[in-house]
C-alpha cells in the first residue's frame, strides 16, 4: 500500500465550548482512522489546542480520544509532529514522554521523495502584526512562563481559557481571501525563494484553504482548519494535494 504524509492545523479543541469540540474530536479521530492505513508521516502544524500549558504535574483535562488515537499511531510507527502555534505555544515535553510525538518550536525544513518542504505554523511570520510578534516574545520567554507556571493551575487555566474564549474561532469569523500580493504568508514565502528553493510552502494559522504557485516552481499551501473546512494536506511522494474530509468545501 502506498504511503503517504498528511499535514493538519488549527482544530483549536476547545472553542468555542466542550459540546462543540467533541464533536469536532470525533470527526477528527474518524480522519485519523481514515489516513491511518496510508501514513507514514503526521504533520500537526499548530493550533491543536485552543489553550495548552503544561505545568509540572498538571495538563488541562479533555480530548484523551485524540491523544489515545494519537498514541495509537504512534505505536504503530507513524511518525508524528506537533508544531507549537500561537495557541498552545506552551506545549513542553509531555507529549514526548507519553506518545512520542516530536515537538517542533518554529519552521522545520525537510526533504521527501526529492522535494523540498519549509513547514511552519505560521504565526510571526511576513510583514505587519507587530502587536502579536511583541507579545510572542513574550509569551515564549522562559521566565515569562515560569512567572505563569507559578499560579495555580485552577487560576492559570480560567485566565489562559477566558483569552482564548475571545479569539477569532470562538466567535466564528471566517476569513476571506485577501489577494496574493496581500496574503502575509505568500509574500513571506517569496521573499524565503530569495534565499533558498523550496518546492513547497506549508503552513496553518491564517484559517483559510489556500494553494497558491509561487516562482521557481514552488507553492504556498495553507491547510485552513478544522471548524468550517476540515482541511489537510497530502503528499504522496510525487504531489501535494489540499483535501477536505468528508467532501466539506
Request: proline share 3%; with cysteine.
Amino acid at each position: 500500500m502506498e504511503k503517504c504524509i498528511y499535514f493538519a492545523s488549527d482544530f483549536h479543541l476547545g472553542a468555542p465550548n466542550y459540546s462543540e469540540s467533541r464533536k469536532r474530536e470525533a470527526r477528527i479521530v474518524k480522519w485519523l482512522d481514515f489516513i491511518s492505513p496510508t501514513c507514514s508521516e503526521l504533520f500537526l502544524m499548530g493550533d491543536i489546542f485552543d489553550f495548552w500549558f503544561e505545568y509540572h504535574h498538571v495538563i488541562p483535562k479533555g480530548f484523551i480520544r485524540l491523544q489515545g488515537k494519537l498514541a495509537q499511531m504512534a505505536d504503530s510507527g507513524i511518525k508524528i509532529y506537533f508544531f507549537k502555534g500561537n495557541h498552545d505555544m506552551w506545549v513542553d515535553d509531555y507529549f514526548t514522554k507519553e506518545i512520542g510525538i516530536e515537538i517542533v518550536s518554529d519552521e522545520l525544513l525537510i526533504e521527501r521523495s526529492g522535494k523540498k518542504f519549509f513547514l511552519h505554523h505560521g504565526d510571526g511570520l511576513g510583514p505587519g502584526d507587530s502587536k502579536y510578534k511583541f507579545l510572542r516574545k513574550i509569551f515564549r520567554n522562559k521566565f515569562c512562563q515560569w512567572l505563569f507556571s507559578i499560579l495555580p493551575p485552577r487560576i492559570g487555566l480560567f485566565v489562559a481559557n477566558g483569552w482564548s474564549s475571545q479569539s477569532r474561532l470562538a466567535s466564528n469569523q471566517k476569513e476571506v481571501f485577501l489577494g496574493e500580493d496581500k496574503e502575509w504568508l505568500a509574500i513571506f514565502a517569496k521573499e524565503q525563494l530569495h534565499k533558498a528553493h523550496f518546492d513547497y510552502f506549508i503552513f496553518g494559522h491564517r484559517h483559510l484553504p489556500l494553494d497558491i504557485n509561487l516562482f521557481e516552481s514552488s507553492r504556498y499551501i495553507n491547510i485552513g482548519e478544522w471548524i468550517n473546512y476540515n482541511s489537510y494536506a497530502v503528499f504522496d511522494g510525487t504531489d501535494l494535494t489540499l483535501a477536505y474530509f468528508e467532501g466539506n468545501p
